[in-house]
Structures are given as structure tokens and as C-alpha cells.
């Protein structure tokens, strides 16, 4: 009999053959908010505060400005990009080498690097959370954590009030990293975009 | 395993009690997650996410056979490869076996429970397969080189959940303790524990919101990685993901016992414990510590032994550890049922061990009013003997073990049932 | 109301003072309280020590002698809450359900539960004037839902000045047989107790069950702690003119 076989004949026999079916889930937990959302921003930009990462509010307009000046202040000289980072983020960069994750930086590259721009897939204000999922302008996963400094830019409306309705926009197929706090020496810094 | 037999747990808390320092560390970091987790006030729905977590586990364990296969088919769909592992021994072959495959002459390992449960380190290391733990994320990387860190083609690491609807692994990282998961190595083999399946997707809403408060007192863990086979072009090229049985099946077997299976390894019941805050992991053994050790250990592994039998004692049954697991395991209950395995594995002993003989012997006198009553008075006169000043100071027997460090007061000489009977007259 | 006293086998032998003082304070608020003959011991020990058998034979003899009562009032936390909590659990191990049936028939009543809940009294007339100090009994408090009843009872009492003992609600290490299969934690655990209660300038530490009292009675008497033990049901039986229960 083969190992699959065995472990599934194994659970089987310890479920016995009068299976009751399990109770239903019991979902009353906070599932989805009626928070305005003005109320969630600033939740989320508090949480993210709370964590030890430095957070700003922009306008979209001042974005670029806003990503040079976060750059700036870090003494960053050096970033990795992915490789579908809007360009007008970049527009700004003052003495600060962008290198495109393409082709992929090898390990040697995104060592020499000092930070990563990236964007968010979602973002949780209860938790502080920035969710990323390999898609527009968040790169692959080892371009993100291997960086010693991370800004990320998050668009108000991908920020969601509660746990459950990050999970339910998220789609769990996509490698998904979800970064909370700055965690060791590497620092997180959030730009929160108003739309 | 070779050598002496483990100690009882009696045996190693008495070695661990005498280490001042550690029981002043262990205090310590009890203190912090008390303080963390009152820093960050419990949500309004806690008790229902509790609920909830209870329920999703539950559903997991009773359905395990069909969540395990519908993973399998969801993980291969995605481009990962599901191989299955009966005991310990199987899945460190099976591990190996990967490792060399991939040409990998280092492998970093991370320090998760299912990587310690099958001394994976040992067997590799055994194989000539360098280990080597995974980077602290964020470190300077130009120091990987020198610490023996970086990229590895095989990285090992152990999952905390499995989806069975989607085949996603996920990866949960406290601050701390940085797992093998991350996007470097060419290879990654995943391993876990068939019960840590769930059935949904949106069942993560749940458990990572339980998990993350119970483990670190925060509100989220630094960092959490979801992965769904493979991925072209961002991180390992193969996955493979090894579910491994080990004595599981046998606890799912207990319809009482098997509430353990239900665990997250969050840890919060040991933080909360006053046993295990003045003993530490050692006496509990090599692998599961703590209350959740203490029911899990005997039940993977079967009380025959001496070592494994005591696990059930090892606790006041005071409940701190009921009180605040996340997924509402009734670790005293537990607890108590084991102890009645452990008593019932003993009764068929040609020699039945002193305790059966003087616990059935109670039980015998006490289940008839007339001998009790006899049994009484002669128990008040003898100890109204034995006792000096109003106190006893030594009694013999499996009872010194009260007098060792505690007096006991002299019964008076008119039970209450006595002065009862006095009164109505 | 009639009222079956229920005194455990530990309370008879040990401490007959704690059974009186619940009859007395029972007779006091005006209910008739009888002591039906025949009983023994709940079993709890045996239970939660794994003795199954043992302990379903000590439930069926209980539970003989009980059935019928209008109420069952235990001044034992813990036998009060074996015998509410476990002996429906003794039964299905036993698979014995006339068991489980006459288990779950029983009205039992911990003392201060039944007090606040059923005779909705939290004072009882009790004249204690010194300072005392509580501590919860956990794994019954747990079983019972007991919360801050016996605080309470206490508060109401006149003359008795409550200190709050740091870290209450963590056990005292005595947990059954936990006492003398893991002495060496056991004692641990108590020491730090102690420390707490001296730490609270109390004259007297209190609690729902002799168990716990006797283990951290025994400490404190071995360390010559100077506060004394009593039994809360002690305490809510002293009235003026009646001195310090010895
Ligand atoms: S048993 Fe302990 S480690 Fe497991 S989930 Fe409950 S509290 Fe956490």
C-alpha cells in the first residue's frame, strides 16, 4: 500500500463509518464594516503609525514629489523597482538609481540595492497591513523582502475595514505576502493616495 | 531512540526547578506576552471569532480524509507535487530524497514545529546535506555570505495552514523566527502535519485573525505568506509539499482526544500555564510542550511508557490554557480523559501499581456508608496520633509527598457527621 | 426551603466546621436544612485522577442519596462542581445513561452560588471584623461560572475589610492529586501564593473549598506564614459576640 494510501485508510478508519456531517461555521464575527470610509483610512493609517512605520497622506498629484522625498530622507541611492511601477511615481527621483526588476535582478543586484517602490494589493486598517499579490507594481516576492527598506504606496479604496473583506478581495492564487510593522532593520514606509 | 528511558515528568521539573535563571526568563517573557496582549485591547468579536476558529477546526478533522484529497488535487493542479508520509521515518526519506534530487549540498531548514517533530536537521546532516537556519529577513545582505546564510536551492519549511479549496500554503512569521518560505530558494519543500488542512479560503479570515493576538499578543504577525503551487517567474520553481501522518491518525481515533488536533500552535496556553511558567519545555519532552504537550505527547506516542503517562498529571487542571485558546480546546477535559487511559491501561498489569490498589480500595469503602464510617474513626484516631501540636508534619506512604513541604492540620475528633447526629439528638 | 447538605468526605473528616457553619448560616436565613444520610464522597478524586470505575460506583451512591432533593447545597467548590459537571461525564464513560439521566436530574447548588442565585441574599448578617483576603478556586470556578459571587457575600459582611491578593486568580498549585504527584511544582507554585497573601497584610485568607485551603493552610503553617486559613462559609456564619472560629 502506498504512504497515501495508508495515511487516508488510517483517517478513515479513525472517522469510523457513522459520520455525523460538522456544524456549520457559526460567522458572526465582524465580516463587513458600515465604517465611512474616511473613518477606515485613518484606522488603518493610525494601526500602520502604531506599528513603528512612518505613514503620509498625498494626493495623487503629489505622489511622485511625495516618493522622492521619502527617498531622499532615508538617504536611499539605490532601488529596485518592479519592472510595471507606474512611471509618473519615479518622475521626481532626485540623485536616486531606479533599476527595473527586468530582467530579474539577480541576488547579487538586489543586494547592492538599498530599497524597493512598490504598490499594494490591498491594504487592512485594523491590522496596519499592506497585502501584496504579485500583480501591477508589486514585483515577486524576493524582490520585496529581500530589501532593507520598503516604500509602498496604497490607494485609499484598497484599503478594506476589517480581516474578512481583505480575504474576500484577495485571490488566494496569486502569492500573496501581507507585511505588517517593519520587522528587524527593515523599514517600511506607507504613502497612503487619495484618490 | 536509544539510551534511558525518558523521566517522568515529576523527575525533569525538579531539575528545571532548580534553574533560578530560567524560571526569572520564563517569568519574563510570560510577563511581555501579558503585557502585549493587554496593550492591544481584544476585539468586540473575539469570543465569536472563537467560536467560529472552534467550528472551521473541527469541520477540518472530521471531514480530514476529503479535505486531504481535494488539497492534493488543488496543490497538483497549481504545479506542486503532494507526497504523503506515514511515520517519521518515511518523511525524513522523503525530505532527503528531495534534497538530493534538487543537487542540493546545503538546504536551509527554519525552525517550525514539523521540522523539529521529525529531527529533520539530524537526518539531513546524516545524508551529507549541510543545514543551515534561514536568514533574519531585512538583515544587511551582504553579511549572508559570512553567517553561512545565502541562497540555498532547497529551502524546507513548515506550513501552518493548508487550503484544501485552493491548494494555498500558508506561511505565518512572527518577527523573530523567520521561516523558510521566503521567494530565494529553487525548491521548496513544504512540510506538515495532515491535520493543519482547512476547508476554505475565507476560513483564513478566521484563523488569521485568532492565530496572530494568541501568538504574539499582536493584531497581525510581521509577515504572512499565501502560496498556491507553483508561481512562473517569482520564487521556487518546484513545491513540494509533504503531509505527513506520524501518530496523527491515531489521535483523530479518540472522539475526546482529538480535540487536540484542532491546535494552531499559538502558544498562548503555554504563556498562561503556572506549571509550564515554573518548568519550562524540557520536562514535557523533546517536541510538544506545554498543556497542549501534555495531551497531544501521550496520544502521538501512547501512554505505555512511564514518561509519556505522567504528561496527563502534569497540571492543576486550574484551566488558564481552556480559557484563552483561540480555538477553545477544553485542555483540562482532555487532560482528565487521558489520565482515565492511562488508569485503564494499567488495571491488566499482572502486578497492579500501589496507586490502583489504594485508589480501588477507597473507592470500595467509600461506596458503603458503614465502611466509611468505620474507616473514619479509625483514620481520626490514627492521625489525631500521628500529629504533634494540632498538626501533622509527616505522613507515610504515597501521601509524604504532602508533608515534604506542608503540614496538615490533626482532624478533629468529632467528624461533622458525628456532631449531626449529636445535634438531633 | 429544604435544604440537603451535602458535606464532602475531606470536610467531614477534616474540617466538620465548614459543614456546621453552612447549616448555620442556612437556618439563619430561615430554610430547613437536613443531612441525608448515607453519603459519602462525590468521587471527584477518583475521577480526575482517571480512577472511571471507581468513581461512577462513588456517582451512583451519590447520587442514590441526592436524588429527590429539592436542592443540594455543597460548601465544597469543588465536589459541588465534580457532581454538577463531571458526574454527567463519569456516566458516559461508564455508558451508563440512568446515570447520566439522574446526574443531570440533580438540582446541586455551590454554596455561594446557591446563596446569591437561589435565595438572592448577599448579605447574610455576618459580623467578621478583620481583613481577609480571597482565593478563587479555579478549575470549579471554571465548571460553575462562579464570577464574583463570593465577593459578594464578602462585601456585605460587616466589619470585614477585603484586600484584593495580587495575582488571585492563578492557581495555588494544589489541583487534587497534582499536590503528590508533582510535589516539587506544587509547592512552587504555593510559595509564590503565600508571598502574594502575605504581601495583602490579610489576617485570614478565604475560599469556597478546604482543598485549596489545606494546601496553602499547610505552607503557610510550615513557613510560619501567621495569616490563618478559614473557609468562606466560615466567615458568613460569624455573627457578633462569637469570636474568631478556631
Ligand atoms: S492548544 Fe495552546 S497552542 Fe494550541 S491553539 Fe490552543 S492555546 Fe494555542
Known amino acids: 500500500m502506498s504512504a497515501r494510501d495508508e495515511v487516508l485508510r488510517r483517517v478513515r478508519s479513525a472517522l469510523g463509518d457513522e459520520r455525523k456531517p460538522p ?34 497622506h498625498v494626493g495623487a498629484d503629489e505622489l511622485a514629489t511625495a516618493v522622492a522625498a521619502a527617498l531622499w530622507g532615508r538617504e536611499v541611492k539605490r532601488i529596485a523597482v518592479p519592472a510595471d511601477v507606474p512611471y509618473g511615481w519615479l518622475a521626481e527621483l532626485d540623485g536616486v538609481r531606479a533599476l527595473a526588476d527586468s530582467p530579474p535582478l539577480d541576488a547579487a543586484a538586489l543586494a547592492a540595492v538599498d530599497g524597493v517602490v512598490t504598490g499594494c494589493a490591498a491594504a487592512i486598517a485594523p491590522t496596519g497591513t499592506v497585502v501584496l499579490d504579485g500583480g501591477r507594481a508589486q514585483g515577486r516576492r524576493a524582490l520585496v523582502l529581500a530589501a532593507a527598506r520598503h516604500l509602498c504606496v496604497v490607494h485609499a479604496d484598497q484599503i478594506t475595514a476589517t480581516v474578512p473583506e481583505a480575504v474576500a478581495r484577495l485571490d488566494p492564487v496569486r502569492p500573496l505576502t501581507w507585511i505588517t510593522g517593519p520587522r528587524g532593520a527593515r523599514g517600511l514606509e506607507v504613502l497612503v493616495v487619495e484618490d | 531512540m536509544t539510551g534511558a528511558p525518558a523521566p517522568k515528568f515529576a523527575a525533569a521539573a525538579r531539575v528545571a526547578l532548580a534553574d533560578t535563571r530560567a524560571r526569572r526568563e520564563l517569568r519574563a517573557a510570560a510577563a511581555v506576552f501579558g503585557r502585549r496582549r493587554a496593550a492591544v485591547p481584544e476585539p ?3 469570543e465569536a471569532l472563537r467560536a467560529a476558529g472552534h467550528a472551521i477546526r473541527d469541520a477540518a478533522l472530521l471531514g480530514l480524509d476529503a479535505h486531504l484529497e481535494r488539497l492534493e488535487r488543488a496543490v497538483t493542479q497549481a504545479g506542486g507535487t503532494v507526497h504523503w508520509a506515514a511515520d517519521a521515518a518515511q518523511a525524513r526519506r522523503v525530505v532527503t530524497a528531495l534534497s538530493r534530487a534538487a543537487g542540493a549540498d546545503r538546504v536551509v531548514l527554519d525552525d517550525s514545529l514539523p521540522v523539529r517533530e521529525l529531527a529533520l536537521d539530524a537526518a539531513l546532516s546524516r545524508a551529507g546535506i549541510t543545514t543551515a537556519g534561514p536568514p533574519a529577513r531585512g538583515a544587511d545582505p551582504g553579511g549572508e555570505a559570512e553567517d553561512g546564510g545565502g541562497a540555498a536551492r532547497v529551502a524546507v519549511a513548515g506550513v501552518d495552514f493548508m487550503v484544501a479549496e485552493t491548494g494555498t500554503l500558508v506561511f505565518v512569521e512572527a518577527g523573530d523566527e523567520p521561516r523558510a518560505s521566503g521567494g530565494e530558494a529553487e525548491t521548496l519543500v513544504a512540510v506538515a502535519g495532515i491535520e493543519t488542512v482547512v476547508p476554505e479560503w475565507r476560513d483564513m479570515e478566521v484563523l488569521l485573525q485568532l492565530l496572530p493576538r494568541s501568538l504574539t499578543g499582536e493584531r497581525m504577525t510581521a509577515l504572512v505568506t499565501c502560496l498556491t503551487g507553483v508561481v ?9 509539499l509533504v503531509l505527513v501522518d506520524n501518530g496523527r491518525t491515531r489521535v483523530l481515533e479518540d472522539e475526546i482526544g482529538r480535540d487536540a488536533l484542532r491546535c494552531i500552535r499559538c502558544r498562548a496556553c503555554h504563556h498562561v500555564c503556572p506549571v509550564y511558567e ?23 506516542r501512547g501512554v505505555e511508557s512511564a514518561a509519556a503517562a505522567s504528561l496527563p498529571y502534569a497540571s492543576t487542571l486550574c484551566g488558564a490554557c481552556a480559557d484563552v485558546c483561540p480555538v477553545r480546546i477544553d485542555i483540562p477535559e482532555v487532560l482528565v480523559h487521558l489520565r482515565g487511559e492511562v488508569v485503564e491501561s494499567r488495571r491488566a498489569r499482572p502486578v497492579p501499581p500501589p ?35 494540632g498538626r501533622i508534619r509527616r505522613l507515610p506512604g504515597l501521601l509524604g509527598a504532602w508533608t515534604d513541604a506542608r503540614d496538615l492540620p490533626a482532624p478533629p475528633a468529632e467528624p461533622f457527621r458525628a456532631w449531626w447526629a449529636r445535634r438531633r439528638r | ?46 475521577w480526575t485522577t482517571g480512577y472511571r470505575q471507581e468513581a461512577a460506583r462513588l456517582a451512583r451512591a451519590f447520587t442514590e442519596v441526592f436524588t429527590g432533593a429539592d436542592a443540594v447545597v455543597a460548601p465544597s467548590a469543588s465536589c459541588a462542581a465534580a457532581v454538577r459537571a463531571d458526574h454527567p461525564r463519569i456516566a458516559r464513560a461508564a455508558g451508563d445513561p440512568g446515570l447520566a439521566r439522574a446526574a ?20 447574610v448578617g455576618a459580623v467578621f471584623p478583620h481583613r481577609v483576603t480571597y482565593q478563587p478556586v479555579c478549575r470549579a470556578d471554571r465548571l460553575l461560572a462562579t464570577g464574583d459571587r463570593p465577593l459578594r457575600l464578602l462585601r456585605a459582611v460587616r466589619g470585614l475589610d477585603l484586600v484584593e491578593m495580587p495575582g488571585a486568580g492563578e492557581c495555588c498549585g494544589f489541583g487534587g492529586a497534582f499536590a503528590m504527584k508533582n510535589a516539587d511544582v506544587s509547592v512552587a507554585m504555593v510559595a509564590d501564593k503565600v508571598g502574594h497573601i502575605r504581601d495583602t497584610g490579610a489576617e485570614f485568607v478565604c475560599a469556597a473549598d478546604n482543598g485549596c485551603l489545606a494546601h496553602i493552610g499547610g505552607a503557610l503553617s510550615r513557613l510560619r506564614g501567621g495569616v490563618r486559613v478559614l473557609h468562606l462559609a466560615e466567615i458568613l456564619a460569624a455573627t457578633r459576640g462569637q469570636g474568631v472560629p478556631a
Not at chain 3, 11 to 29: I, K, N, Q, S, Y
Not at chain 3, 104 to 119: N, Q, R, S, Y
Open chain 1, 23 to 56: 456544524p456549520p461555521v457559526p460567522r458572526g464575527y465582524a465580516r463587513r464594516s458600515a465604517e465611512p470610509r474616511a473613518d477606515v483610512v485613518a484606522l488603518f493609517t493610525e494601526r500602520v503609525a502604531e506599528g513603528g512605520a512612518a505613514v503620509r
Open chain 3, 104 to 123: 443531570e436530574g440533580l438540582a446541586v447548588h455551590e454554596f455561594t452560588e446557591f446563596l446569591v442565585d437561589v435565595l438572592g441574599v448577599a448579605d
Open chain 2, 278 to 300: 515554573r518548568t519550562g519545555g524540557a520536562p514535557y519532552g523533546p517536541v510538544h510542550t506545554g498543556p497542549i504537550g501534555a495531551i497531544l505527547t501521550p496520544q502521538l
Open chain 3, 1 to 46: 426551603m429544604r435544604v440537603a447538605l451535602f458535606v464532602s468526605c475531606f470536610d467531614d473528616a477534616m474540617f466538620p466546621g465548614t459543614g456546621r457553619a453552612a447549616a448555620a448560616v442556612l437556618e439563619r436565613l430561615g430554610h430547613e436544612v437536613v443531612y441525608p444520610p448515607g453519603q459519602t464522597c462525590c468521587g471527584q478524586m477518583h
Open chain 2, 355 to 389: 496507586e490502583l490498589v489504594l485508589m480501588r480500595g477507597l473507592a470500595w469503602t467509600m461506596g458503603e456508608p458503614r465502611r466509611y464510617e468505620a474507616a473514619l474513626r479509625r483514620g481520626t484516631r490514627w492521625a489525631r496520633l500521628a500529629a504533634r501540636g
Open chain 2, 44 to 46: 468586540p468579536d473575539w
Open chain 2, 232 to 240: 512562473p517567474g517569482d520564487g521556487p520553481r518546484e513545491v513540494h
